[in-house]
C-alpha cells in the first residue's frame, strides 16, 4: 500500500471583524487568508501538492461556523485533499480522540501539522499525536504556524518543524541511555548539520553496542577506551542541547566508563544476558590487570608462557582461570595426598575445593590478597555463581566445572546464593549488582 501525505489540525471558529490578511511563508512565498487555519493549509497544500486528506478536530461551534468556508478554502487550492471532521470538545482527553486519528493514519505515512488553530493547549495536542504516531512508523515531516501580530504589515506563517523535532533528540538520547541504542540518535542527525565529535560518538556507542549484544566480549576493552575519548570529546561538540543531555547519559556509568560500569549498564537496562557474559568474560581480567587492591602475584613469580594459554589475552587472566580459582589443588594433594585429592576432584571439583579450603590454600599459593580474605573469597564466590547462572541462561556444559551441582549446593549453604535454577531474571540481575558491589568495596 503506497504510504500518503497527510495533514493534522484543529479548526478554528472565526473571530469578530477578520479582513483577509497576506502571510509570508517559510520558503519566502505569500499567500492570502481570513481564518486562522487559511494561510497555513494555503502553504502546506502548496508545498506538498500530493496530500490526501485533511484530518480536522471539529467542536460543535467549528463545525456551524467554520466547516464548510474552510472546505471552500481547500476546494479553491485546487487540491484533491479529502477533509475528514474528527470530533473534538474542550476538555477532552487525548486517549478519547486517539483511535478515531489513528483509524485515518497508515503505518509509514507521513504526518503535516498546522498547529495554528483550536485551544491554548492545540500544540501540546498536536505534539503528543505526532510522538504516539511515530511507534505506527509515522514521520512528522512538517508542523507550521500562523504567527498573527495586529498592525504588521505582512504576517507569518513559521515552521515550527524543529521544535517537535527536538523531541526525537530526546527520545534518541533516552534509547542510548537506557540501551546503547544509536540508531534514534542517527536518523536524528541524518541530513542535519552536525561535527565530526558527534559522528565520533555515535560510531563508538555502536561499535560497543554491536560487541555487547554478540558477546564478542575480547573487543569490549579498547571499545571502551575508544568511547571514554570520544564522551570527552562530545563536551565540546557542535549542537549545545546534546552536549546538555550528555551529563545524564554519563551518570550511568560515572565518569569514565569501566568494565563493572558496563556491565552495571547492561544489567540496569534488562541486558542480562549481555551483563552475564561480561562479568562471566571480563571480571578475571579486571581483577588481575586493573584491581591491584583485591589480588596480585607474589614478587619473584616468574610469568607464564602466554604460548601455552591460547585461549587468554593476559598474563592475568590465564593465572585467575587456570591458577587462582584452582588453588585448593596443590594445597589438599599435599596435606591430604595425591589419591585423597582425586578422590575429592571426582566428587567435588577443583572449585569447589578451593572455596572449602579458600583460607587454608590462599597462603601457600602464588598469590597474595590485597583486601580481607574474607572479601576475596566473597569476591571468588560471587564470580563462580555469576558463571554458573551465564552457562544456564546459555545452556551452556562448563567443561572445566564437571560438579557443578555440588558446587550449587555449597554457594547455597555457605554463601546464601540462590540454586540457579530456581532463579527470575530479577534474582539473577540482583547477583550481578551484588557481585559488582562487592568488588568496588571501601577499604
Known sequence: MAKEKKIILFLSTPKRNESEQTYVCPDKSEVRGVRTNDAPIKYLLGKYPNVTEILCLVTNAAKKTAWDDFNKVVEATGSKAKCVEIEFEE????????????????????????????FRNTMMYLMLISRALSYKGVKTACAVYSNFQQGREKQKVEDVTEILQVFDLIDGMQNLTSFGNVRAL?????????D???????????????????????LVPGQITAFNQALRDAKECSDPLLQALLPAFRNKFGEEMTIPSLIQWCAESDMIQQALTLYRERIPAYIM??????????????????????????????????????????????????????????????????????????????FEARCSVEQLRTITMDYLY?????????????????????????????????IPDETNAEDVKYAILTGLKHLNFQQ
Open 91 to 118: 476538555g477532552t482527553r487525548l486517549q478519547e480522540i486517539l483511535p478515531n486519528i489513528l483509524g485515518c493514519i497508515g503505518d509509514g505515512d507521513e504526518l503535516l501539522l498546522d498547529v495554528t488553530g483550536g
Open 186 to 194: 542517527r536518523s536524528y542527525y541524518e541530513g542535519r548539520p552536525h
Open 196 to 218: 565530526d565529535k558527534i559522528t565520533a560518538l555515535l560510531d563508538a556507542v555502536d561499535k560497543l553496542w554491536q560487541s555487547i549484544t554478540l558477546c564478542r566480549s575480547n
Open 289 to 366: 590487570n586493573e584491581r591491584t587492591d583485591i589480588l596480585a602475584v607474589k614478587p619473584k613469580i616468574p610469568p607464564i608462557n602466554m604460548k601455552n594459554y591460547p585461549n587468554y589475552d593476559t598474563q592475568g587472566e590465564a593465572r585467575f582461570y587456570t591458577q587462582f580459582l584452582n588453588i585448593g589443588h596443590g594445597w589438599y594433594a599435599g596435606a591430604y595426598g595425591k589419591d585423597a585429592y582425586k578422590a575429592a576432584k571426582e566428587k567435588e571439583g577443583d572449585y569447589l575445593i578451593t572455596l572449602k579450603n579458600f583460607e587454608k590454600a590462599l597462603p601457600q599459593s602464588i
Open 386 to 418: 555469576i558463571r554458573a547462572l551465564r552457562n544456564m541462561v546459555n545452556h551452556a556444559s562448563d567443561e572445566a566445572q564437571k560438579n557443578q551441582q555440588a558446587l550449587n549446593k555449597y554457594l547455597a549453604e555457605e554463601g546464601h546464593y540462590k
